[in-house]
């Protein structure tokens, strides 16, 4: 069916675009709520945040199964702090973190004991540092779990990272689950097509201005401007959907 026909059409009726417009509202606001929700990502997983400080939750799906990290403030000075994992395959782990005098540059002192009340690794934490410190001051490496299959295992031998334990202690890993860039695109390739359907020959008189007088477009040129009002919108939607994902 012709796109100028069917354009016609939706125009004569306008019960039809005042539902067309109430539904693209509400799948807006539909997906913009799920956009922004706040949350961390763990292990390629997204986990949504439940419930607010000193007792936090972190709840989401994994190909495996689900995994709930929980976040308990033991104390108002944030000295004392208990995270427990749980993960697939009934891997329950908890431990405690205390983070004691930050100096100026946001380095604190760090301890994390298990579950038995060991310690698993005393030094220094930084926000912002994509490694823990020793307590010399040296950065300190950790080892990667296991992966099959360019996937997550989760077995006796799973690793917790313990930068990833002291990071949802400190809160320091929240954030949205979308993407703004992949947003951001299909939001101006969605404005540039509606303008350019509401008047068709803005950009082709924009582009020709300095050089031909009163230019016509040709058959080729309108036909491809208007498979591009079909095509440009369902970028747009997987952009959108590759935003969330």
């Known amino acids: 069916m012709n796109i100028d026909l069917v354009k016609q059409r939706i125009s004569n009726k306008k019960s039809l675009r005042f539902l067309l417009a109430i539904l693209i509202v509400i ?3 539909l997906y913009l709520k799920y956009f922004f929700t706040t949350g961390v990502f763990y292990d390629d997983a997204f986990l949504k945040k439940q419930g607010e400080y000193p007792n936090i939750q972190y709840i989401g799906k994994a190909k495996q199964g689900i995994i709930q990290i929980s976040v308990k403030a033991l104390t108002n000075k944030q000295d004392s702090i208990d995270v427990n994992f749980r993960l697939p395959n009934d891997i329950n782990k ?4 205390s983070f004691k005098d930050v100096d100026y540059w946001g380095y604190s002192n760090l301890n ?3 579950e038995n009340g060991n310690t698993v690794f ?3 934490y ?6 823990l410190f020793d307590e010399n001051g040296t950065p300190f490496w950790e080892e990667a779990g296991i992966i099959v299959n360019k996937e997550i295992n989760y077995n006796e031998d799973y690793k917790i990272f313990l930068k990833s ?4 202690a400190a809160l320091a890993n929240e954030g949205i689950r979308g993407e703004f860039g992949y947003l951001v695109l299909a939001i101006i390739i969605f404005a540039l ?3 350019d359907i509401k008047y068709p020959l803005l950009f082709f008189s924009l582009n020709h201005m300095f050089t031909v007088k009163d230019p016509e477009p040709s058959d080729f040129y309108i036909s491809m401007q208007q498979i591009s009002w079909v095509v440009m919108p369902i970028i747009g939607l997987i952009l959108l959907i ?3 994902i």
């Open 165 to 168: 334990i002291a990071d949802f």
């Open 112 to 114: 994390i004991k298990d």
């Open 27 to 29: 799948l807006l606001f």
């Open 94 to 97: 908890q431990y405690n973190v």
């Open 126 to 131: 930084i926000k912002d540092s994509p490694f």
């Open 193 to 195: 097509t509606l303008i």
């Open 242 to 244: 590759v935003a969330v």
């Open 122 to 124: 005393h030094g220094q």
